[in-house]
């Protein structure tokens, strides 16, 4: 019996010590992968924004306007590594009920660092735009550290710097802030006098956008929690603004931040437990099973011998 005992302690101890390296990084690399069939719908929200009105051919103050963003997973363009997601937001004024605006986007990235690739016909609006940095989200295990980050309006990579750790709702998350430089991202051709400027017809004006956009991100997926920015856009005419085509703070709502929570959850369960807390437990377990296993195989032997 003792000797039974014994291998059966020896082949779990074994068993063990296999199973730990196994889960940490095979296992645990394989859950660590963005999902290939993402489908998920983000509301930003703010208040008091001013905004040009084309309709109204008139600007507007003190409006409430939310953002609208809808990614949705390419999965026949994807693959094992890489997962491409398409994008659409529209920017809508509540009181009005009319868009103000809206972008598309496409862009493959990376299952685990979450960094662009140039591939899949990645574009904007519809344009091909040769996309690198983070994409849509961070790596998973995001690290203490700056990254670089594409932005949309403007068509850049840019830095985005780590900034400190925060709780939101109990998830902790590393906050990351990114500031995009006034920079010129189209034209507009507007009225004279809608400019303030003399004469009749129209004139040709640099559409210049700025923001200050901060992350809230989930470091064990790399998930964005909550989203701020604090954009700026205007008609300039002689590197003169001459008209505000949108200012305003935009927010995650609150419904939005705990369906991003919710969202995290699972990966918050599983990626701890196969990376630290089971293979801790088998590898401590493991030497223990062996020596128990030996100490008994040891003493099985001593009775066999006393017997004869």
């Given at each position: 019996?003792?000797?039974?005992?014994?291998?059966?302690?020896?082949?779990?101890?074994?068993?063990?010590?296999?199973?730990?390296?196994?889960?940490?990084?095979?296992?645990?690399?394989?859950?660590?992968?963005?999902?290939?069939?993402?489908?998920?719908?983000?509301?930003?929200?703010?208040?008091?924004?001013?905004?040009?009105?084309?309709?109204?051919?008139?600007?507007?103050?003190?409006?409430?306007?939310?953002?609208?963003?809808?990614?949705?997973?390419?999965?026949?363009a994807?693959?094992?590594?890489?997962?491409?997601?398409?994008?659409?937001?529209?920017?809508?004024?509540?009181?009005?009920?009319?868009?103000?605006?809206?972008t598309?986007?496409?862009?493959?990235?990376?299952?685990?660092?979450?960094?662009?690739?140039?591939?899949?016909?990645?574009?904007?609006?519809?344009?091909?735009?040769?996309?690198?940095?983070?994409?849509?989200?961070?790596?998973?295990?995001?690290?203490?550290?700056?990254y670089?980050?594409?932005?949309?309006?403007?068509?850049?990579?840019?830095?985005?710097?780590?900034?400190?750790?925060?709780?939101?709702?109990?998830?902790?998350?590393?906050?990351?802030?990114?500031?995009?430089?006034?920079?010129?991202?189209?034209?507009r051709?507007?009225?004279?006098?809608?400019?303030?400027?003399?004469?009749?017809?129209?004139?040709?004006a640099?559409?210049?956008f700025?923001?200050?956009?901060?992350?809230?991100?989930?470091?064990?997926?790399?998930?964005?929690?909550?989203?701020?920015?604090?954009?700026?856009?205007?008609?300039?005419?002689?590197?003169?603004e001459?008209?505000?085509?949108?200012?305003?703070?935009?927010?995650?709502?609150?419904?939005?931040?705990?369906?991003?929570?919710?969202?995290?959850?699972?990966?918050?369960?599983?990626?701890?437990?196969?990376?630290?807390?089971?293979?801790?437990?088998?590898?401590?377990?493991?030497?223990?099973?062996?020596?128990?296993?030996?100490?008994?195989?040891?003493?099985?032997?001593?009775?066999?011998?006393?017997?004869?």
């Amino acid at each position: 019996m003792r000797r039974t005992v014994a291998v059966v302690c020896i082949a779990l101890g074994v068993f063990s010590l296999v199973l730990a390296p196994l889960l940490r990084f095979w296992m645990a690399g394989a859950v660590m992968k963005t999902p290939m069939d993402q489908y998920n719908e983000t509301t930003n929200r703010g208040e008091d924004v001013s905004y040009f009105s084309a309709e109204e051919v008139e600007q507007v103050d003190g409006a409430t306007v939310e953002a609208y963003t809808t990614v949705r997973a390419d999965v026949a363009a994807s693959d094992e590594d890489i997962v491409v997601w398409d994008q659409f937001t529209w920017v809508k004024d509540i009181d009005r009920d009319f868009a103000i605006l809206s972008t598309t986007r496409r862009a493959g990235h990376d299952r685990v660092s979450g960094e662009a690739v140039d591939c899949c016909d990645a574009s904007v609006n519809d344009e091909a735009v040769q996309q690198s940095g983070q994409a849509f989200k961070f790596p998973f295990l995001t690290e203490q550290r700056d990254y670089e980050m594409f932005d949309v309006p403007t068509r850049q990579t840019l830095p985005i710097t780590f900034e400190g750790v925060e709780t939101i709702q109990g998830v902790e998350t590393y906050r990351f802030e990114q500031v995009v430089e006034p920079t010129k991202i189209n034209e507009r051709t507007l009225p004279r006098s809608l400019l303030g400027l003399e004469g009749d017809g129209d004139v040709t004006a640099d559409e210049v956008f700025t923001v200050t956009r901060t992350y809230w991100i989930e470091p064990t997926t790399g998930a964005p929690i909550d989203l701020i920015e604090d954009q700026h856009r205007g008609a300039v005419v002689d590197g003169e603004e001459r008209l505000v085509l949108f200012d305003g703070e935009m927010r995650f709502t609150d419904a939005t931040i705990e369906q991003n929570i919710e969202g995290v959850q699972q990966g918050l369960t599983m990626l701890p437990l196969l990376r630290t807390t089971i293979p801790l437990v088998l590898v401590v377990a493991g030497p223990a099973l062996l020596a128990i296993g030996a100490l008994l195989l040891v003493a099985a032997r001593s009775a066999a011998a006393r017997r004869h």
